[in-house]
């Protein structure tokens, strides 16, 4: 089996910083493409930040300039530096394992931002 863990979510001021984990374990046998996604109560799961074996990234309009997103080289293991936080970036952050044959995701992790 997979397994993505993430940590490093909780409770923050706006304007603060967070910096949340994944790491994925278990039957994976290469590197992929790896992603964290986030949803918002009563809103539909969104795209924050992805990157590829290579380091090429890929931002949402409404992260970029405050969110990084970077890997552990040679590991399928992913990180978010969120920086400039707003009360709108509250939402269950998700990690994303993209395998080719199927997709991977971990169980989530609260970000909440206090205004």
């Known amino acids: 089996q997979v397994q993505l863990v993430e940590s490093g979510g909780g409770l923050v001021q706006a304007g603060g910083s967070l910096r949340l984990s994944c790491a994925a374990s278990?039957?994976?046998?290469?590197?992929?493409?790896m992603g964290w996604y986030r949803q918002a109560p009563g809103k539909q799961r969104e795209l924050v930040a992805t990157i590829t074996t290579d380091g090429t990234t890929n931002y949402a309009d409404s992260v970029k300039g405050r969110f990084t997103i970077s890997r552990a080289s040679f590991k399928n293991t992913v990180y978010l530096q969120m920086n400039s936080l707003r009360p709108e970036d509250t939402a269950v952050y998700y990690c994303?394992?993209?395998?080719?044959?199927?997709?991977?995701w971990g169980q989530g992790t609260q970000v909440t931002v206090s205004s």
């Open positions: 278990g039957s994976i046998f290469g590197i992929y493409a």
């Open positions: 994303k394992l993209d395998r080719t044959i199927t997709t991977d």
